[in-house]
């Protein structure tokens, strides 16, 4: 059987998409589909059902892609290992949030970019989790950080660590509302007050909101920008309260430039996730990188 056409049937098979399984390939989509027929012919089985969106593999589809693509994967690490032993030379491509990524993971990976021999290139872009998922299974980043598990076999993702929110404000906004205030009354307490948030829709309070006092925010972005650590030299200056991963205002906080409003019992949380395609963890760089960024999450918390 040739292994052009399995490597083809696999890709499609974790794409779900002919089309999405051309563009990493780098084939048109007519080849696809005449090698994914071809592989059809030879095996006198269906392996795919087209439908309006994509395909889904037949159960003889689903068992072809469980005895082949392990093997597959570990001809490109033989591939990879052999042929490319200078892995100064590989380029890694990472995508993420541009706070988390900026403050966490780029000082972790910048170590492995030396001169050791083991060392890659590093190339950062930034996106929300749906631009940076869509940018990882178009093939245009080898890792991605993001808040939102991927579905489908074509993506893979390990929970990377939790993220816990803060509501701070200035100094002058704490002794307006006063502790007493705000344990007494909840979420009334901060109706029509100021807030400092990265969007219209207020994701960050509103998150908050539901979590610690079970309502919706009485209030309206005062000031929007989109990257926290905006928000947070905003909230500095007084603009407003604001919903803020503990790790970015920790400093702040320890100089009273801000001050924690609220300490609830169960602090809300979000997750990070590590995601790759399926299967490119074959890759010396790209598994080092992950390996690696999934060691220095150990002391985010």
């Not at 499609?12 to 005449?34: E, I, K």
């Not at 990472?94 to 706070?99: F, I, M, S, T, V």
């Not at 929970?159 to 705000?182: M, N, Q, S, T, Y």
């Not at 100021?194 to 309070?205: A, I, N, Q, R, T």
Request: hydrophobic content about 45%; aromatic content about 6%; proline content about 7%.
């Amino acid at each position: 059987m040739d292994l052009a056409l399995l490597r083809t049937f696999v890709t499609v098979h974790r794409a779900g998409s002919f089309t999405r399984a051309a563009a990493l390939l780098g084939l048109s989509q007519p080849a696809v589909t005449s090698q994914i027929r071809t592989l059809e012919r030879q095996l006198g089985r269906p392996l795919f059902l087209r439908q309006a969106r994509g395909v889904t593999p037949t159960t003889i589809g689903d068992e072809l892609a469980h005895k082949a693509a392990p093997h597959l994967d570990a001809l490109v690490e033989i591939a990879e290992t052999g042929l490319d032993e200078d892995s100064s030379l590989r380029t890694l491509h990472l995508a993420g949030p541009p706070e988390f990524t900026a403050e966490r993971a780029l000082p972790a990976l910048a170590q492995l970019t030396g001169d050791d021999g083991q060392g890659f290139a590093l190339r950062a872009s930034f996106g929300n989790a749906e631009e940076t998922l869509e940018g990882l299974a178009a093939g245009h980043h080898d890792l991605a950080i993001t808040t939102a598990r991927p579905r489908g076999a074509l993506l893979t993702a390990t929970p990377l660590c939790d993220e816990e929110h803060v509501l701070v404000a200035a100094p002058r906004w704490a002794a307006r509302i006063g502790p007493g205030k705000l344990r007494r009354m909840g979420s009334h307490a901060l109706e029509n007050l100021p807030v400092v948030e990265v969007h219209e829709s207020l994701p960050l309070v509103a998150r908050y909101w539901s979590s610690v006092f079970d309502s919706r925010p009485a209030t309206a972005g005062t000031v929007v920008v989109p990257d926290l650590r905006a928000v947070l030299a905003c909230a500095v200056t007084g603009a407003g309260l604001a919903v803020l991963p503990r790790y970015l205002c920790a400093a702040a906080l320890d100089r009273g430039d801000v001050v924690a409003l609220h300490d609830p019992a169960v602090p809300p949380l979000r997750t990070y996730f590590l995601a790759v395609r399926t299967g490119t963890l074959a890759m010396p760089h790209i598994a080092r990188a992950y390996d690696w960024l999934l060691h220095a999450a150990a002391d985010w918390s």
